[in-house]
Structure formats: structure tokens, C-alpha cells
């Protein structure tokens, strides 16, 4: 299960299917990101077709990336078998956040 989240867009989306605060045209492929990330146990898990896992590093230690689209990604903090921190970047529209801590 999901723990907590970053981007605020996401969430309601997440739960209501609002794309208010998404790109529309990610929607689809957002969901079944979501939906595998809730049920994952281990960031590994995330590892589908196209999706390009990628541990990252740095001041990102500990954080994991997968491709939404070719312009947006999902990055999530793996703290036992929660995912938390999950964030959307749309990689021309933001830059990238220092991860919580």
C-alpha cells in the first residue's frame, strides 16, 4: 500500500481518477503504475516492460524511477514494503525536488 505522496495532483488522482493535476495523456499508463506500486512488495516489482527501473542516486539514495511517458517519470522512496514519497514529474514542466527526509 501506498504511504504517502508527494506530487499533489497524484493523489486525487489515485484515489478519484481526477486528472485535474496530471497530464491527461499520461492517465492511462499512471494508473496501471499505481495500481503495481500498491501492491508491490519490494521496488522490484516495478519492473515492467518499458518502464526503464532505475535506482537512483545521490542526494535520490534509496529513491526508485520508472518511465511514464517519454517526458514524465514516477519516482518513489522504498521504506519496507510501503512505497512513499511518490512523485510525478513531467520532465518539461518541473525540475526535480530534493526527496524528503
Known sequence: MIQSFRHKG??????TG????IVADH?????????RLD??????????PGARLRALSGTWHGYWAVNVRAIGGLSF???????RDVDYLDYHR???RKPAT
Request: glycine residues 8%; proline residues 8%; charged residues 35%.
Open 10 to 15: 497524484l493523489k486525487p488522482f489515485y484515489e
Open 18 to 21: 481526477s486528472k485535474a493535476g
Open 27 to 35: 492517465a492511462k499508463r499512471l494508473r496501471v503504475l499505481l495500481a
Open 39 to 48: 501492491a508491490a512488495s519490494k521496488p522490484e516489482d516495478m519492473d515492467l
Open 77 to 83: 522512496g522504498s521504506k519496507g514494503r510501503k512505497p
Open 94 to 96: 518541473s525540475s526535480a
